[in-house]
């Protein structure tokens, strides 16, 4: 069947909702809250005013984000009856500036034999003639997991509120033919075209534990033929959830389309790990002969290697916006609160807010930043003169709605004498930042952010900078520390860290963070690298949550420019 004989061959439109009971094995199945336990207040302090998310229930990954005639389109995983994971649809909101959101019904749920357990992650790709298309995995009768595919309805609909799935659905299903694991073969990727013509996907997978990006090819978009070999794999990092595969221009920050190739694009495969629920990306090359990627020298393959962000950010998507040639990712944040408390609030889990993502000039690694669009909702500006802060003080940042805030800041250090020593062995950056916290003192550090902070700091989240001397460099440590941020011990106060990509001898080192009652999401290094976290002060709440830039190191560091906003609410779902 052709592409073009595909849409028309549709007839039959969704009709119930049919729950799932299947278990996906990132979540726990909490059977005894499968009901609508919502107790929803929009005056609750832990809920955000610009990041995404519905107003009630359970969400995780973002799914298929895509742009149609000039609107933006994000599906989600949803719970539409709870506030834990199961019962999981494909919800669908839209935009027209990545900011404010309305919600549609839902595109995708249980009503075929193909997902009749389940609705999962997966991908949409837009194919010639402007026609997008969504892969996604199902759950069947026999709880396996297969790929199945949707379209709109009415393609004429901007909203593309409706969608019909495939009568050849499963299009890929695992069989003992080709030795694929029935319980680990999920979330298919956006497709790329390949110079032959043919359209090429990868969905995750595991042998024992070697993580797999399974390789299929098509010629239709309908019939799949599984590729020899996958495109990639890497032993002892378990199963691969929510891979990504693209490219990257190594000449220009502009964004490229999927199917790009070219003697100046590196290409990028991005995997979750179900075993440590930890995201790593690699950088590197992709034979088109032989349809295989291979990371760069340097590149490492498992969980610590490279990562887009360092704290609560998991199952992220990327899609190409070709309406501003860029590459924009989307990131699930989960829940540092228990269940019971989520319970409480009614809902669980956000998406951070969209990233612009390109190539270091380095070539090494990948930089992300806020989407522009974000910017439209700052207000109230306040800018702090130059100024030296001294050791061991602190300067509150007023003038600003604390709980709900951008601030950015540039440090200039001068004097590397007392950076501490960095112990060879000391190679886990989130280690050294649990045992060095904010209240550690050190020689060049800890400087930064105090954010959402009572007033007595009993409760805070510090987001700061060490400088420690390594073996011929400086080496610049990035922290996210949540030891104190709230007194309510049920919560998980897990510090991340990262080392940052910077030589602080050449350049000042940037922090930016931006705050959302429950979300403090932090980029270091001008994008290097990013931090997100999820914390709920009981003291440091609305009109009571303070904004502080602090050092706690022995040494004096430099405030080169320091800015700060005020941010207005989103209008989201």
């Known amino acids: 069947m052709t592409i073009s004989s595909f849409w028309p061959c549709f007839i ?23 009901a609508d336990q919502s107790t929803f207040d929009n005056n ?10 519905p107003p009630k229930n359970w969400i995780n990954d973002p799914n298929g984000p895509m742009i ?13 009856i709870g506030v834990v994971w199961g019962n999981i649809v494909w919800a669908h909101s839209t935009s027209t500036d990545l900011v404010n959101w309305i919600p549609h019904e839902h595109a995708i749920y249980p009503s075929h034999p ?6 999962w992650s997966g991908s949409t790709t837009i194919l010639p003639g402007d026609k997008p298309a969504i892969l996604y995995t199902g759950i069947d009768p026999q709880n396996q997991q297969v790929q199945n595919l949707a379209v709109p309805k009415n393609l004429s609909d901007p909203y593309l509120r409706e969608w019909v799935k495939s009568p050849k659905n499963p299009l890929m299903a695992p069989t003992p033919m080709n030795e694929i694991n029935a319980s680990s073969f999920r979330d298919p990727t956006t497709a790329w075209m390949g110079p032959d013509g043919r359209w090429r996907l990868i969905i995750g997978s595991k042998r024992n534990q070697r993580g797999l990006a399974i390789l299929y090819r098509s010629k239709d978009f309908i019939k799949w033929t599984k590729a020899q070999h ?27 389309e999927t199917s790009v190739m070219g003697p100046n694009i590196k290409h990028v495969l991005k995997s979750s790990l179900d075993n440590t629920k930890h995201e790593y990306y690699t950088i590197g090359t992709y034979n088109l002969v032989k349809d295989r990627y291979t990371p760069d020298k340097g590149s490492v393959d498992s969980d610590a290697g490279l990562r887009y962000d360092y704290g609560k950010f998991y199952a992220s998507k990327t899609f190409f916006d070709s309406s501003k040639n860029r590459r924009i990712l989307w990131g699930w944040i989960n829940e540092s609160s228990s269940v019971a408390d989520d319970v409480k609030k009614g809902w669980s889990g956000i998406q951070a807010i969209p990233r612009t993502i390109w190539l270091d000039k380095s070539g090494k690694q990948l930089l992300q930043w806020p989407i522009f669009e974000i910017e ?9 003169p130059t100024k030296v802060l001294k050791g061991g003080s602190m300067v509150e940042i007023s003038g600003v709605t604390a709980a709900q805030a951008d601030v950015e800041v540039s440090f200039g250090i001068k004097a590397f004498e007392k950076a501490e020593m960095l112990d060879p062995s000391w190679t886990n950056p989130q280690m050294i930042c649990s045992q060095k ?18 007033k007595g700091l009993q409760e805070y989240t510090a987001v700061f900078f060490r400088i420690f001397k390594g073996q011929g460099k400086y080496v610049v440590l990035m922290c996210s520390d949540q030891s104190r941020s709230s007194l309510n011990n049920d919560n998980d106060k897990t510090t991340y860290g990262a080392f940052v990509d910077v030589d602080p001898t050449k350049e000042e080192l940037s922090l930016k963070t931006l705050i959302d009652h429950s979300i403090v999401e932090s980029f270091g290094g001008m994008g290097k690298a990013c931090i997100t976290a999820r914390v709920y002060p009981t003291l440091a709440i609305h009109d009571e949550t303070h904004l502080y830039v602090f050092n706690n190191g022995t040494e004096s560091i430099k405030i080169s420019r320091l800015s700060a906003w005020s941010m207005k609410k989103a209008q989201i779902n």
């Open 12 to 34: 039959c439109l969704l009709c119930s909702v049919l729950l799932s009971h299947g278990v996906e094995a990132s979540h726990h199945l909490y059977r005894n809250l499968q």
């Open 44 to 53: 609750q302090p832990y809920r955000t005013s610009y990041h995404f998310q």
């Open 68 to 80: 149609y005639k000039g609107i933006y389109h994000l599906f989600y995983q949803y719970n539409p």
């Open 114 to 119: 193909a997902d009749i357990n389940g609705c």
């Open 230 to 256: 996958p495109l990639h794999s890497a032993k002892n990092t378990g199963m691969w959830e929510c891979p990504d595969f693209f490219p990257v221009s190594t000449d220009t920050p502009i964004g490229v």
């Open 376 to 384: 439209q909702l700052r207000t109230k500006r306040v800018d702090s």
């Open 437 to 454: 916290s904010a209240s550690v003192k050190g020689g060049l550090g800890p400087f930064g952010f105090l954010v959402l902070a009572s």
